[in-house]
């Protein structure tokens, strides 16, 4: 089992930074990826990017955070991190961290969620 517990979160005005972080406990020895997921009040769960954990070059971003945002980790750590640059309200929602394991190919670990608020 793995546990992740996000922090960072907070209330940004437009074209702002945060950095949120997501520590990761228990069998982290199984990840296999992880990733930034967000959802907005009445809208569906967004993939907002993701990461291999063990080849952390291996990358990919939606296309609406391309350019502004970068997903890294620090594995000695366990720790996944999203920097967030020129904030926009459209932003605004509550991010998650997940976890893909070696016996899964959907991302069955998450995280209690963090919320971002992007004030204009």
């Known amino acids: 089992q793995v546990q992740l517990v996000e922090s960072g979160g907070g209330l940004v005005q437009a074209g702002g930074s945060l950095r949120l972080s997501c520590a990761a406990s228990?069998?982290?020895?199984?990840?296999?990826?992880m990733g930034w997921f967000r959802q907005a009040p009445g809208k569906e769960r967004e993939r907002v990017a993701t990461i291999r954990y063990t080849i952390p070059t291996i990358t990919n971003y939606a296309d609406s955070v391309k350019g502004r945002f970068t997903i890294s980790r620090n594995n000695a750590k366990n720790t996944l991190y999203l920097q967030m640059n020129d904030l926009k309200p459209e932003d605004t929602a509550v991010y998650y961290c997940?976890?893909?394991?070696?016996?899964?190919?959907?991302?069955?670990?998450w995280g209690q969620g963090t919320q971002v608020t992007v004030s204009s």
């Open positions: 997940a976890a893909r394991q070696r016996d899964r190919d959907d991302f069955s670990s």
């Open positions: 228990g069998r982290t020895f199984v990840i296999t990826a």
